[in-house]
C-alpha cells in the first residue's frame, strides 16, 4: 500500500556542523554568561545555553579556562567595531557622525568594561584589541572630507573621542549624572571644531 505524500515522514539528518562553526557557536554563548555570572560558571550550564553536549565543550577547547581565553579573545577583537565604524555614512554633518563614532565606541567601552568586571578584572590578551594604525586610518576616512572644519587632526581627535567614550563606559567617572551619547557629542564637537563668534569676523593665526 503507497500513503499519500503527506502521510510520509520524511527524516533528514541535520548536516554536522563545522568544527570552528560549533566553537564560535559556543564562545557566542558564554560572553553572556560570563558577563553575569564570571568564572562561577558550570560547563554543563555553558553546553545547555551553547546546545551541545558537555563533552563538546571539552573537545572544543580541553578546559574551561581555555573557553573563557578564547571568548575573551573573540570579545576584544576590534574587528566588529571597525566595521560598524566603516557604515557610518561620510556624507552626513560632521556633529552626526562625531555622535555615531562616540555612540560605537561606547558600546564596546560597555561591554570590554563588563567582561573586565566579570572575570575580576583579568588583563586582555597580549594583543592591542585597537590598533592605532587601523583606527586612525578608519576615522581619516570617516573625517576626510571636515579636516577644515577641525581644529585639531585626526591623532587627537582620536584620542579625544576614546578617552570620552572610555570615562563614559566606568560608572564611577560619571556618577551621578549618566552622559547621553548626544550631550558626549556636542561636548567634544564644542572643543574640536573651529567657531567664530556671532559678529567677529573669522582669521587665521
Do not use: C, N
Amino acid at each position: 500500500m503507497v500513503l499519500p505524500e503527506e502521510f510520509v515522514e520524511v527524516r533528514v539528518r541535520a548536516r554536522p556542523m563545522a568544527p570552528e562553526d560549533r566553537r564560535d557557536a559556543i564562545i557566542d554563548a558564554v560572553i553572556p554568561l560570563l558577563m553575569e555570572h564570571g568564572r562561577d560558571l558550570s560547563t554543563k550550564r555553558i553546553a545547555q545555553a551553547a546546545g551541545v553536549a558537555e563533552g563538546t565543550v571539552f573537545r572544543a577547547f580541553g578546559d574551561k579556562e581555555s573557553l573563557i581565553r578564547a571568548a575573551v579573545a573573540k570579545h576584544f577583537d576590534p574587528l566588529p567595531l571597525h566595521t560598524r565604524l566603516r557604515g557610518i555614512d561620510v556624507e552626513l554633518p560632521v556633529e552626526q557622525k562625531l555622535a555615531e563614532v562616540i555612540g560605537l565606541l561606547r558600546d564596546r567601552m560597555d561591554g570590554v568594561i563588563r567582561l573586565f568586571t566579570a572575570l575580576g578584572g583579568d588583563p586582555p590578551p597580549d594583543e592591542r584589541t585597537d590598533p592605532d594604525e587601523a583606527w586612525l586610518a578608519l576615522l581619516g576616512e570617516i573625517f576626510d572630507r571636515d579636516r577644515d572644519a577641525l581644529r585639531v587632526g585626526i591623532p587627537e581627535l582620536a584620542f579625544y573621542l576614546r578617552l570620552v567614550a572610555f570615562g563614559a563606559s566606568v560608572p564611577q567617572f560619571h556618577a551621578p549624572h549618566e552622559f547621553s551619547t548626544a550631550e558626549l557629542a556636542a561636548f567634544v564637537t564644542g572643543g574640536v571644531l573651529h567657531h567664530t563668534p556671532a559678529g567677529a569676523s573669522r582669521t587665521d593665526g
